[in-house]
């Protein structure tokens, strides 16, 4: 099982800001099979980004995705007051599928 | 619109058993890889289960062999047949849409309590 881990926990920030979010796999994720979702309280998640890199429909170009093989990097260069949420990457390249345990962004 | 409505939930003892639904609009559920995900109170997201036809579906650990994953095309729903449930297994289930190995459409959820 690919074991992924997201750091920091919580992440503190003021709107405006640019936030970087890690996901670490213990193995390589094959083909890029990677995802992250955002989920605000009470709601379900959203997709943000899959296949490493690409967004999402309908989600707007703050959010990015980057990395390859076993890392892998969220930024949202300049957060908005709507942006305060958490984060789970995902994995699906190989069974079973995963997800980390999560990043919290609050506002500072 | 693509939309997906789970329901089924609600309090069941433990060693009970329970059948959640997930009616699917705006595309047909038999042309597409469809799963369940659920999320235990305050704690963060777990795969459950996944199927794409009946050779193809595969299941957490933490489910095999309680846990059901079915589909009536006719119907355009999903289902997850649950039993012997723990309290381990209280959680919101979400019923999914995957696409690309991502789960791109989500529904509202529906709240499984497993408790005596």
């Known amino acids: 099982e690919i074991v992924l881990t997201q750091s920091p926990g919580t992440l503190s920030l003021s709107p405006g800001e640019r936030a970087t979010l890690s996901c670490r796999a213990s193995q390589r994720v094959s083909s890029n099979y990677l995802a992250w979702y955002q989920q605000k309280p009470g709601q379900a998640p959203r997709l943000l980004i899959y296949?490493?890199?690409s967004r999402a429909t309908g989600i707007p170009d703050r959010f990015s995705g980057s990395g390859s093989g076993t890392d892998f990097t969220l930024t949202i260069s300049r957060l908005e007051p709507e942006d305060f949420a958490v984060y789970y990457c995902q994995q699906s390249g190989s069974s079973p599928w995963t997800f980390g345990q999560g990043t919290r962004v609050e506002i500072k | 619109e693509v939309h997906l409505v789970e329901s089924g939930g609600g309090l069941i003892q433990p060693g009970g058993s329970l059948r959640l639904s997930c009616a699917a609009s705006?595309?047909?559920?038999?042309?597409?890889?469809m799963s369940w995900v659920r999320q235990a109170p305050g704690k963060g997201l777990e795969w459950v289960s996944i199927?794409?036809?009946?050779?193809?579906?595969f299941y957490a650990d933490s489910v095999k062999d309680r846990f059901t994953i079915s589909r009536d095309n006719s119907k355009n729903i999903m289902y997850l047949e649950m039993s012997s449930l723990r309290a381990e297994d209280t959680a919101v289930y979400y019923c999914v849409r995957v696409t690309g190995g991502a789960f791109d459409i989500w529904g509202q959820g529906t709240v499984v309590t497993v408790s005596s």
């Open positions: 199927t794409y036809s009946d050779s193809y579906t």
């Open positions: 705006g595309f047909t559920v038999s042309s597409q890889f």
């Open positions: 296949g490493a890199s």
